[in-house]
């Protein structure tokens, strides 16, 4: 698998922050996602459909 290349919120896990360089991941549990409202802040971008049923998870392209 890729290895990111920054993490933040590993020690708390209430928001875990992984920095893939072209894309950010956010793992958030369900209150702090309510209370930062990322949608709210992206929803004017476009949306990328992303195909997950096409992807080996064991290889990276």
Avoid: M
């Avoid at 802040?41 to 392209?61: G, H, I, M, N, T």
Wanted: a negative charge.
């Amino acid at each position: 698998g890729y290895k990111p290349a920054r993490r933040e919120g590993t020690r708390e896990g209430r928001w875990v922050l992984l920095d893939y360089v072209d894309i950010v991941v956010h793992i958030q549990h369900e209150d702090e996602r309510n209370f930062y409202a990322l949608d709210r802040l992206w929803r004017d971008c476009p949306l990328v459909e992303v195909d997950l049923d096409d992807v080996d998870a064991s290889e990276p392209s």
